[in-house]
């Protein structure tokens, strides 16, 4: 039963996860898009080609065997990392003539 043990001593570092890529079609062909964690306002924003929506947390975790579309890469923030993330940022920078 090495396996109950192996990962002792690393439960005390926590992650969250912060962001879930999705495809949906084929291997050499489909769509993909992103769902992002704002982790300060605990919304999931659903990035698709031009289009930025906030969405359940359902939606998010929607993987019901009606549901082609494929979780295929997941990234996760340690925790005490959390409050330096800004998912969105709307600051408008002036460009320099």
Do not use: C
Not at 14 to 40: E, L
Request: glycine share 4%; no cysteine.
């Amino acid at each position: 039963m090495r396996i109950a043990t192996q990962f002792q001593g690393f439960n005390k570092i926590g992650y969250t996860i912060f962001a879930i890529f999705i495809h949906r079609g084929q291997a050499s062909y489909g769509h993909y898009w992103i769902y992002i964690r704002d982790p300060k306002s605990q919304l999931y924003r659903k990035y698709n080609d031009e289009i930025v929506s906030e969405v359940t947390l359902e939606e998010v975790l929607n993987f019901s065997e009606n549901n082609s579309a494929t979780p295929y890469y997941l990234a996760f923030v340690k925790n005490e990392l959390l409050d330096k993330i800004e998912p969105l940022k709307r600051e408008i920078i002036e460009e320099l003539s």
